[in-house]
């Protein structure tokens, strides 16, 4: 009587292992297909990682101030801090005293004249890495109840950017305060800093070179 329904089981079986075959199949292609774009985000982001590393990302270096004490007075010394994640290089930084130039070249037009860069100091680096500050051999002259504002051009392999560094003393303190933006139509301010104290204007206001 088993040999009666023997075509019947075997076609049975063979659609149950058919439709398990199909069902294992179907398993293993989303399991590939999962390890495909699993592999390509990873090539991406790898790839994103490297750009990054060669281009600086984000990052951007701010031409900032550390106030150190030398014989019962402060000393306002440069420095060069690398904000973001990423290495920068190439890091060349052009300042001069905004008051100065205003006061000695008044109808400059906003060109710069062989005399006017004769005005401007330079710091190159070669490098810089993310999230680190470097000493430089430059330092701020400030008299007592002055304000010594610079207007600085930094470039570093993720970009150019301008920035307005202030530099204050008062009692005998330095106080500092700095603002630094993208370059172009619409310049958008990156970073500002101003210190507690620093000396504000009759309205409560910093004297920035550049009054938005």
């Given at each position: 009587?088993?040999?009666?329904?023997?075509?019947?089981?075997?076609?049975c079986?063979?659609?149950?292992?058919?439709?398990?075959?199909?069902?294992?199949a179907?398993h293993?292609?989303?399991?590939?297909?999962?390890l495909?774009k699993n592999?390509?985000?990873?090539?991406?982001?790898?790839?994103?990682?490297?750009?990054?590393?060669?281009?600086?990302?984000?990052?951007?270096?701010?031409?900032?101030?550390?106030?150190?004490k030398?014989?019962?007075?402060?000393?306002?010394?440069?420095?060069?801090?690398?904000?973001?994640?990423?290495?920068?290089?190439?890091?060349?930084?052009?300042?001069?005293?905004a008051d100065?130039?205003?006061?000695?070249?008044p109808n400059n037009?906003?060109?710069?004249?062989?005399e006017?860069?004769?005005?401007?100091?330079?710091?190159?680096?070669?490098?810089?890495?993310?999230?680190?500050?470097t000493?430089?051999?430059?330092?701020?002259?400030?008299?007592?109840g002055?304000?010594?504002r610079?207007?600085v051009q930094?470039?570093?392999?993720?970009g150019s950017f301008?920035?307005?560094?202030?530099v204050?003393?008062?009692?005998?303190?330095?106080?500092?305060?700095?603002?630094?933006?993208?370059i172009?139509?619409k310049?958008?301010?990156?970073e500002?800093?101003?210190s507690?104290?620093?000396?504000?204007?009759?309205n409560?206001?910093i004297?920035?070179?550049?009054?938005?």
């Amino acid at each position: 009587m088993f040999n009666n329904y023997l075509p019947q089981i075997l076609i049975c079986l063979g659609m149950i292992f058919t439709f398990f075959g199909g069902a294992i199949a179907f398993h293993r292609n989303r399991q590939s297909t999962a390890l495909i774009k699993n592999l390509g985000k990873s090539n991406l982001d790898l790839t994103q990682k490297l750009h990054n590393q060669i281009t600086g990302g984000d990052s951007f270096p701010i031409l900032n101030v550390s106030i150190i004490k030398q014989n019962n007075n402060q000393l306002a010394l440069l420095t060069v801090f690398n904000k973001g994640k990423f290495p920068l290089s190439a890091v060349e930084i052009y300042y001069c005293d905004a008051d100065f130039m205003s006061q000695n070249f008044p109808n400059n037009n906003g060109e710069l004249s062989v005399e006017m860069l004769t005005h401007y100091r330079t710091i190159s680096l070669p490098s810089i890495k993310e999230n680190t500050t470097t000493m430089t051999q430059e330092a701020v002259n400030v008299q007592e109840g002055k304000i010594v504002r610079l207007s600085v051009q930094l470039s570093a392999n993720s970009g150019s950017f301008a920035e307005e560094l202030l530099v204050a003393k008062r009692d005998g303190n330095l106080f500092y305060a700095y603002r630094i933006n993208t370059i172009g139509e619409k310049p958008k301010i990156l970073e500002e800093y101003i210190s507690p104290n620093f000396p504000t204007d009759t309205n409560g206001k910093i004297n920035w070179i550049m009054n938005r």
